[in-house]
Structures are given as C-alpha cells and as structure tokens.
C-alpha cells in the first residue's frame, strides 16, 4: 500500500510537471498582461484598451485550449497508446492511474480558473480605482445580513464548480476509453461517445425540476448528481481499461 502510494504521487507529480511547462509560462503571461492593462485602465489610457483586450483574449483563448489538449493528450497517450505499456507495469491499480491523471488534470484546471479569476480582478480594480475600499465597505454594509448565506452560496458555488469540472474530465476520459474499443476508428467513436453519453446523461436527468426547489434541497441535489456523474464516468473508464483495453 505504502509503495502504491508513493507511487501515485509520482504519477501526479509526473503529469503536473508536463504540463506546468507549458501553462506556467501563459499563466504568468496572462497575469503580467492583466496587471499592465489594470493600471492603463486606472491613468486613463483609453488609446490602448483595444490592443490589450484583444491580446489578453488570445492568451485567454490559449489558456483554455492547452487545457483541453492537456486533458485529452494526457491520458490518450499515457494510458492508451504506447505509454500505456510502461504505465500498466507499475505498481498501482488502474483506478488510482485514472485517478491520477483525473487529478492532475484537475489540479492544472483548477489553476487556469484561479488566473482567469485575479485577472478579472485586476481589471475591476483598475477601473475602480481609488474608490475600491469605499466601495467594498459600502457592498459589505449593504449586504451585512446576507454574509452568512452569500457565504455559504459561495462555497457551494466553488464546490460545484470543482466537481462539475472534474465531471467533465471523466466525461472526456470515459468517452476516450470508449472509442479506442475501436482501434481504427478511435478518434471519430472517441468524439461520438462523448455525445452519447451526454445524450444519456442529460435525459437521465432531465425529470429533475430544480426551479421547483428550494435551498438547500435544489444544491444537495446538484451536487449528488454530479458526483454520481462523475461516479458512472468513473466505471465504465475503469471497466475498460481493466477488462477491455487493447494496446496493440
């Protein structure tokens, strides 16, 4: 157990620094871009606001795409292709190596929604300027009676986040496992499986009327969905690549 652990790390470690090689550079890009369009929003200077905007749009869009090409590559060839052959040999379960791309994967998402969101406020605090304090002073008596449940709001707003994104990773990985059943056509069943489980899941769930519902019940339950989602996703990747899984 001891071992496997180790182990386990190692392969999350191992991901985390492919693709930090990658994100870390675009990230602080990303964060320097935002803090010098920040303070051209604070002295006024309207003359370069296009230029900028559109620049931190491309890094954004880069962002986003290195982290859907991470998800997907990451685990195709890891434990599809090739790689595949080395990775089965260690001593860990298939569960804990899909599990740890899940994580790493996870980790490295979670990253690029953390620098989406400071860039975000460096830009409302630049045009805010000098009013920034007086304006969260003013917010923060206005909504005082409401801390206690903007908080808890808060914090089930970040635990769905975190859960719907790591549903949508085991999403890509079950569908992944699925097509390469089909060895010559695993791309193009690859991307068909991915509808069809969101067909499935979506009208698994369509009887569910959450406007019907009040807190807590409505989030309970879109939390235990989404577990369940990731749950199933979970199954049929793990089935795969235990029983069905042909590297060849």
Not at 76 to 105: C, D, N, Q
Not at 163 to 172: C, F, K, V
Request: charge should be neutral; glycine fraction near 6%.
């Amino acid at each position: 157990m001891g071992e496997g652990n180790k182990m386990f790390g190692k392969l999350i470690k191992y991901d985390l620094k492919s693709m930090a090689k990658t994100m870390i550079p675009l990230w602080i890009s990303v964060l320097i871009l935002g803090g010098v369009f920040s303070i051209q929003i604070f002295i006024k200077r309207p003359d370069v606001f296009n230029i900028f905007i559109v620049i931190l749009f491309a890094l954004f869009t880069a962002i986003f795409v290195m982290n859907v090409i991470f998800v997907i590559q990451r685990f195709w060839h890891g434990l599809l292709k090739e790689e595949g052959y080395l990775m089965f040999t260690l001593p860990v379960s298939e569960r804990m190596l899909i599990i740890s791309k899940a994580v790493s994967a996870l980790m490295i998402s979670i990253g690029s929604m953390v620098v989406y969101l400071l860039v975000a406020y460096m830009i409302v605090r630049g045009a805010v300027g000098s009013d920034w304090n007086e304006m969260v002073n003013r917010m923060m008596q206005e909504f005082e009676p409401e801390i206690s449940v903007m908080v808890q709001w808060g914090a089930y707003g970040i635990a769905l986040s975190i859960l719907e994104l790591l549903a949508t990773i085991y999403h890509a990985y079950a569908a992944m496992a699925i097509g390469h059943l089909s060895n010559r056509y695993a791309l193009p069943c690859a991307f068909v499986a991915y509808i069809g489980l969101s067909m499935v899941m979506g009208f698994a769930t369509s009887w569910i009327d959450y406007f019907s519902m009040e807190y807590p019940v409505e989030g309970m339950i879109l939390l235990l969905i989404t577990v369940c989602e990731i749950l199933v996703y979970h199954i049929v990747t793990e089935v795969i690549l235990t029983k069905k899984l042909n590297l060849e």
